[in-house]
């Protein structure tokens, strides 16, 4: 038995993943074999005919006009049933992908700061890229799985009522396909296991070297940089043509015992009807009409065989893909997530901001970082102060319940930050990252959030409106995940604007001045005073003696936790 700890096996994790439209891949799968079946009645039809016209009377009689309206009806039900069939395992994939990537990402959303499981690259890698491989998988693999399980045993069947030695021959050649692709899916599974680290391991490479532009111009380490990538991209190309050859190979090897079988089927019959061979039938000589039909159902026998084979390179990457998901999704269920739910919420009322015996999840640390107590009144502007490490980053996020702390309590009035509350609590507070990130919508957008208020007043509140007049389409600019085409500190001074139009009571700032030349810096600290000054309680964590003097006072965190 597998024990409670085992890990379960890809097959397993894939049969979860498809249970939602399981009755999708059945049906198309059902159908696809009541539309293979079509073939052997089509087939009947063209020996009938050919058989009457090279051999009269030897078959039952069938005209030419009849027998090619049948073929034509058949072949037009078949047709829609075909159609039926792609179109069912086709929306089948459509909702397995919608479904394992949101459920993905609404799992990575709700870890909390510092805790993630996946980097922002192997999160995008992983739901975008790799779990694509999932699509074929359903649209092929399932309904081919289930058409070769039933479509060659009622051909077989069929070609033993004509001949039981056409049915040895089938016999014989048909298991060495399945025996052949079992062997090569194995080496498939693992080539593709390969593949996907390496995909992941390049995207992951190429996302850091993006963030890193500035820096490695500045540093004179582009050349570096371009060999790194061009060796992980050699990888990768090894990796892919390592899937592709084992997938070839093995296409070619299987085609041919397909061909082998077909062949010897073709040599029986013609040997049969020029008499030349008078065995295998049940006690009568092979008809003309007999041998066209079992000729034409031998390739059909096959090609279930084949569509699966094709399609088990199909089934070894979604393997691989389902083992990297289940690990994923182990590795975020097993780190810290955030307060609450992650929604809206309706702000409590305010009063002082305490927190007391705070004791954090280590996150990249070694151990856990004991906090200081502390407190913050309405309307003061007060600095988190201390060396590197000591925690500022660490204390902003868990007042804003992105951090699920350990220990200790942090309290808004009379009301306490939990699960319960966290989704009010957050309604309070504004955020600026030191690293400003941008979703992809219009500068307005991003600022407004959708919600009526005084724009402008926002951003010249901040020093922010000739940053807007700057930029190409003004408030329609679109800048991009890492805020192209504005400096740090012109996406700075566009959060604190977002800070300004959104009113929140109380405004978290991270480094807002980091790294910035003294005339920006100046600019960012008047934005932040212009919110102190409508009575918002300003808190920042920061080095800089020039932001640090502006605010009415600071908290020290002693050390490096």
Same mark, same amino acid.
């Given at each position: 038995?597998?024990?409670?700890?085992?890990?379960?096996?890809?097959?397993?994790?894939?049969?979860?993943?498809?249970?939602?439209?399981?009755?999708?891949?059945?049906?198309?799968?059902?159908?696809?074999?009541?539309?293979?079946?079509?073939?052997?009645?089509?087939?009947?039809?063209?020996?009938?005919?050919?058989?009457?016209?090279?051999?009269?009377?030897?078959?039952?009689?069938?005209?030419?006009?009849?027998?090619?309206?049948?073929?034509?009806?058949?072949?037009?039900?078949?047709?829609?049933?075909?159609?039926?069939?792609?179109?069912?395992?086709? *929306?089948?994939?459509?909702?397995?992908?919608?479904?394992?990537?949101?459920?993905?990402?609404? +799992?990575?959303?709700?870890?909390?700061?510092?805790?993630?499981?996946? %980097? @922002?690259?192997?999160?995008?890698?992983?739901?975008?890229?790799?779990?694509?491989?999932?699509?074929?998988?359903?649209?092929?693999?399932?309904?081919?799985?289930?058409?070769?399980?039933?479509?060659?045993?009622?051909?077989?069947?069929?070609?033993?009522?004509? %001949?039981?030695?056409?049915?040895?021959?089938?016999?014989?050649? /048909?298991? &060495?396909?399945?025996?052949?692709?079992?062997?090569?899916?194995?080496?498939?599974?693992?080539?593709?296991?390969?593949?996907?680290?390496?995909?992941?391991?390049?995207?992951?490479?190429?996302?850091? +070297?993006?963030?890193?532009?500035?820096?490695?111009?500045?540093?004179?380490?582009?050349?570096?940089?371009?060999?790194?990538?061009?060796?992980?991209?050699? *990888?990768?190309?090894?990796?892919?043509?390592?899937?592709?050859?084992?997938?070839?190979?093995?296409?070619?090897?299987?085609?041919?015992?397909?061909?082998?079988?077909?062949?010897?089927?073709?040599?029986?019959?013609?040997?049969?009807?020029?008499?030349?061979?008078?065995?295998?039938?049940?006690?009568?000589?092979?008809?003309?009409?007999?041998?066209?039909?079992?000729?034409?159902?031998?390739?059909?026998?096959?090609? @279930?065989?084949?569509?699966?084979?094709?399609?088990?390179?199909?089934?070894?990457?979604?393997?691989?893909?389902?083992?990297?998901?289940?690990?994923?999704?182990?590795?975020?269920?097993?780190?810290?997530?955030?307060?609450?739910?992650?929604?809206?919420?309706?702000?409590?009322?305010?009063?002082?901001?305490?927190?007391?015996?705070?004791?954090?999840?280590?996150?990249?640390?070694?151990?856990?970082?004991?906090?200081?107590?502390?407190?913050?009144? @309405? /309307?003061?502007?007060?600095?988190?102060?201390?060396?590197? /490490?000591?925690?500022?980053?660490?204390?902003?996020?868990?007042?804003?319940?992105?951090?699920?702390?350990?220990?200790?309590?942090?309290?808004?009035?009379?009301?306490?930050? %939990?699960?319960?509350?966290? *989704?009010?609590?957050?309604?309070?507070?504004?955020?600026?990252?030191?690293?400003?990130?941008?979703?992809?919508?219009?500068?307005?957008?991003?600022?407004?959030?959708?919600?009526?208020?005084?724009?402008?007043?926002?951003?010249?509140?901040?020093?922010?409106?000739?940053?807007?007049?700057? &930029?190409?389409?003004?408030?329609?600019?679109?800048?991009?995940?890492?805020?192209?085409?504005?400096?740090?500190?012109?996406?700075?001074?566009?959060?604190?604007?977002?800070?300004?139009?959104?009113?929140?009571?109380?405004?978290?700032?991270?480094?807002?001045?980091?790294?910035?030349?003294?005339?920006?810096?100046?600019?960012?600290?008047?934005?932040?005073?212009?919110?102190?000054?409508?009575?918002?309680?300003?808190?920042?964590?920061?080095?800089?003696?020039?932001?640090?003097?502006?605010?009415? +006072?600071?908290?020290? &965190?002693?050390?490096?936790?």
């Amino acid at each position: 038995m597998t024990s409670a700890t085992e890990a379960p096996k890809p097959k397993t994790i894939l049969n979860r993943i498809a249970a939602p439209v399981s009755g999708k891949l059945r049906a198309a799968g059902w159908i696809g074999v009541v539309a293979a079946l079509i073939w052997p009645a089509q087939a009947a039809l063209v020996g009938l005919v050919l058989g009457d016209l090279v051999a009269p009377g030897v078959s039952p009689p069938l005209s030419p006009l009849a027998g090619a309206a049948g073929f034509v009806a058949l072949a037009l039900v078949r047709v829609v049933l075909d159609w039926i069939s792609q179109k069912l395992s086709a *929306d089948a994939a459509e909702i397995v992908l919608r479904e394992a990537r949101g459920k993905l990402i609404t +799992r990575s959303l709700r870890q909390a700061s510092g805790a993630a499981a996946l %980097s @922002p690259a192997e999160l995008a890698s992983l739901a975008a890229e790799k779990l694509a491989a999932l699509g074929p998988w359903a649209t092929r693999y399932q309904p081919a799985f289930l058409r070769a399980k039933f479509i060659p045993l009622a051909f077989l069947i069929l070609a033993a009522t004509q %001949s039981w030695a056409a049915a040895g021959i089938l016999l014989i050649a /048909g298991p &060495l396909i399945p025996v052949f692709m079992a062997l090569v899916g194995m080496a498939a599974q693992e080539a593709s296991e390969k593949q996907m680290v390496e995909i992941g391991s390049l995207n992951k490479l190429l996302i850091d +070297r993006i963030a890193a532009i500035t820096d490695l111009r500045l540093l004179g380490a582009e050349a570096r940089s371009r060999a790194d990538l061009e060796t992980k991209s050699d *990888d990768l190309r090894v990796r892919t043509m390592a899937v592709l050859r084992v997938a070839f190979l093995s296409s070619t090897t299987l085609e041919l015992f397909a061909a082998i079988g077909v062949a010897l089927m073709a040599v029986y019959v013609g040997f049969s009807l020029i008499g030349w061979m008078n065995f295998g039938t049940w006690g009568t000589k092979m008809t003309p009409a007999e041998g066209i039909f079992l000729l034409m159902i031998a390739p059909e026998f096959f090609q @279930p065989l084949r569509d699966l084979a094709a399609a088990w390179h199909d089934r070894a990457a979604a393997l691989a893909v389902a083992s990297e998901l289940d690990t994923a999704e182990t590795e975020i269920a097993q780190s810290a997530t955030l307060l609450g739910s992650g929604g809206e919420g309706i702000a409590p009322a305010l009063g002082t901001l305490r927190w007391q015996g705070l004791l954090i999840p280590p996150g990249h640390a070694a151990e856990p970082i004991a906090l200081p107590d502390g407190q913050v009144e @309405p /309307g003061e502007a007060v600095a988190i102060i201390g060396p590197s /490490g000591a925690g500022k980053t660490t204390l902003l996020t868990a007042l804003v319940g992105l951090i699920r702390p350990e220990a200790g309590t942090i309290r808004l009035g009379d009301l306490e930050l %939990s699960d319960e509350s966290a *989704d009010n609590w957050r309604a309070v507070f504004g955020w600026i990252p030191q690293s400003p990130r941008f979703a992809d919508a219009s500068l307005r957008e991003l600022i407004t959030l959708g919600r009526p208020g005084d724009l402008d007043a926002a951003l010249d509140a901040a020093q922010a409106a000739e940053v807007v007049a700057g &930029l190409p389409g003004g408030l329609e600019a679109r800048l991009g995940d890492m805020g192209g085409g504005v400096s740090g500190g012109e996406a700075r001074r566009l959060l604190i604007a977002r800070a300004h139009y959104a009113s929140r009571p109380i405004v978290l700032a991270d480094e807002p001045t980091a790294d910035l030349d003294p005339e920006t810096g100046a600019k960012i600290i008047q934005g932040l005073l212009a919110l102190r000054a409508r009575g918002a309680t300003v808190i920042v964590a920061s080095h800089d003696p020039a932001l640090i003097a502006a605010m009415d +006072r600071a908290i020290e &965190l002693e050390g490096a936790a």
